[in-house]
């Protein structure tokens, strides 16, 4: 397959629909399209050309994260600088790529374990290669160890888009001594405000702990260590908006946000500690792979009816240990927060 021209190449801007023409010095080979070389924001060509990945101009990502409670937007720059990606088999060489950071994100152990690292200058991020209409995907991650405050470790699965959806684990990091807040999501067709957090009962920076989410027509739930913590329903018919129709691709990153994340931002980041780690192993999914060529996932009715993920919900028994576990752990639930709803909150917290 032939180069393609870099001389007044057509081009139009990844998720926005108007064209625009620029005139490039340089062109980079990198995953399914041809990238551009330059300082710009991403760039894809019009004519899609897929192609291998090869030696490659490693971009260095920038992000601006301003993210609340309720909100997070990111922005991604890409400049250059050489290197060469080594290809392996090992899981997150197969599963992902690291979309931000430069070398603060390593793939090490033959691929099998994941790095990300935070510093005063940037943080780091990784994403899946493929997106995903329904699924139970899981991670084992050890995450920022000590005085971590400041700090935001994230795991989570998005799609694009204004109206996007988006079922978020995010860790926030505390003081030394100090519990980690772990902090739960749910946007549907771009809207959030859907808050839970929870105080971890154990240590999360001494070992790896698992941490699930199933995603499927009837629920969302999220889990940790297998044990339940909470459980969005499917409740459409009453009206909620329900994370069914857009596919979504896995993300994660650790970033800075000493602005919020700490005691609303009353505790900074203590940056002396820096570079903040952590750690992921042991990905596994079993998920419904979207294709964009036919607009279709890869699962059928009779996946519907025969995969177990893909038709269950809680129990009596396990619904028990979660709300047994939500009334020693949870420390906020939008639910119950009339100061910041005086209407009242969404309708869903009335059924779930």
Same mark, same amino acid.
């Given at each position: 397959?032939? $180069?393609?021209?870099? *001389?007044?190449?057509?081009? !139009? &801007?990844?998720?926005? %629909?108007?064209?625009?023409?620029?005139?490039?010095?340089?062109?980079?080979?990198?995953? *399914?399209?041809?990238?551009?070389?330059?300082?710009?924001?991403?760039?894809?060509? *019009?004519?899609?050309?897929?192609?291998?990945?090869?030696?490659?101009?490693?971009?260095?990502?920038?992000?601006?994260?301003?993210?609340?409670?309720?909100?997070? /937007?990111?922005?991604?720059?890409?400049?250059?600088?050489? &290197?060469?990606?080594?290809?392996?088999?090992?899981?997150?060489?197969? @599963?992902?790529?690291?979309?931000?950071?430069? %070398? !603060?994100?390593?793939?090490?152990?033959?691929?099998?374990?994941?790095?990300?690292?935070?510093?005063?200058? %940037?943080?780091?991020?990784?994403?899946? &290669?493929? +997106?995903?209409?329904?699924?139970?995907?899981?991670?084992?991650?050890?995450?920022?160890?000590?005085?971590?405050?400041?700090? $935001?470790?994230?795991?989570?699965?998005?799609?694009?888009?204004? @109206?996007?959806?988006?079922?978020?684990?995010?860790?926030?990091?505390?003081?030394?001594?100090?519990?980690?807040?772990? @902090?739960?999501?749910?946007?549907?067709?771009?809207?959030?405000? /859907? +808050?839970?957090?929870?105080?971890?009962?154990?240590?999360?920076?001494?070992?790896?702990?698992?941490?699930?989410?199933?995603?499927?027509?009837?629920?969302?739930?999220?889990? $940790?260590?297998?044990?339940?913590?909470?459980?969005?329903?499917?409740? *459409? !018919? /009453?009206?909620?908006?329900?994370?069914?129709?857009?596919?979504?691709?896995?993300?994660?990153?650790?970033?800075?946000?000493?602005?919020?994340?700490?005691? @609303?931002?009353?505790?900074?980041?203590?940056?002396?500690?820096?570079?903040?780690?952590?750690?992921?192993?042991?990905?596994?999914? +079993?998920?419904?792979?979207?294709?964009?060529?036919?607009?279709?996932?890869?699962?059928? %009715?009779?996946?519907? &009816?025969?995969?177990?993920?893909?038709?269950?919900?809680?129990?009596?028994?396990? !619904?028990?240990?979660?709300?047994?576990?939500?009334?020693?752990?949870?420390?906020?639930?939008?639910?119950?927060?009339?100061? /910041?709803?005086?209407?009242?909150?969404?309708?869903?917290?009335?059924?779930?």
């Amino acid at each position: 397959m032939g $180069v393609p021209s870099t *001389e007044n190449l057509k081009l !139009r &801007k990844h998720s926005v %629909s108007e064209n625009y023409d620029k005139t490039f010095s340089g062109l980079i080979q990198i995953s *399914e399209y041809w990238i551009l070389h330059s300082h710009d924001p991403l760039w894809v060509p *019009e004519d899609g050309i897929r192609v291998k990945i090869c030696s490659w101009v490693e971009p260095k990502v920038d992000i601006i994260i301003s993210q609340t409670i309720t909100a997070a /937007r990111r922005n991604v720059e890409i400049a250059t600088s050489a &290197k060469t990606i080594v290809i392996g088999n090992g899981t997150f060489h197969r @599963h992902f790529i690291v979309s931000w950071g430069e %070398s !603060r994100a390593r793939i090490l152990e033959d691929g099998e374990l994941l790095e990300l690292s935070l510093d005063k200058l %940037s943080g780091s991020g990784f994403e899946s &290669k493929k +997106e995903f209409l329904f699924g139970k995907i899981e991670m084992q991650i050890k995450l920022v160890p000590g005085d971590s405050a400041g700090t $935001v470790t994230t795991y989570y699965l998005s799609s694009e888009g204004d @109206h996007h959806d988006e079922i978020d684990f995010e860790f926030l990091g505390n003081s030394s001594g100090n519990p980690y807040t772990l @902090h739960t999501n749910v946007f549907s067709q771009g809207k959030g405000e /859907r +808050e839970q957090q929870f105080f971890l009962w154990f240590d999360p920076t001494e070992d790896f702990h698992t941490y699930t989410i199933l995603w499927n027509p009837r629920c969302i739930i999220f889990y $940790v260590d297998g044990i339940p913590i909470r459980e969005f329903k499917n409740l *459409e !018919r /009453r009206r909620v908006p329900f994370p069914q129709d857009q596919p979504m691709r896995i993300y994660s990153s650790l970033w800075d946000a000493e602005e919020w994340a700490t005691q @609303h931002g009353l505790v900074k980041t203590n940056w002396t500690l820096a570079p903040f780690t952590a750690r992921y192993r042991n990905f596994s999914a +079993e998920a419904c792979v979207w294709s964009y060529r036919t607009k279709s996932s890869a699962c059928n %009715s009779n996946d519907f &009816k025969s995969r177990r993920w893909l038709k269950t919900g809680l129990d009596s028994k396990s !619904r028990a240990e979660m709300k047994r576990l939500q009334k020693k752990h949870m420390v906020y639930d939008y639910c119950k927060d009339k100061w /910041r709803f005086p209407k009242g909150p969404g309708r869903e917290c009335k059924f779930q």
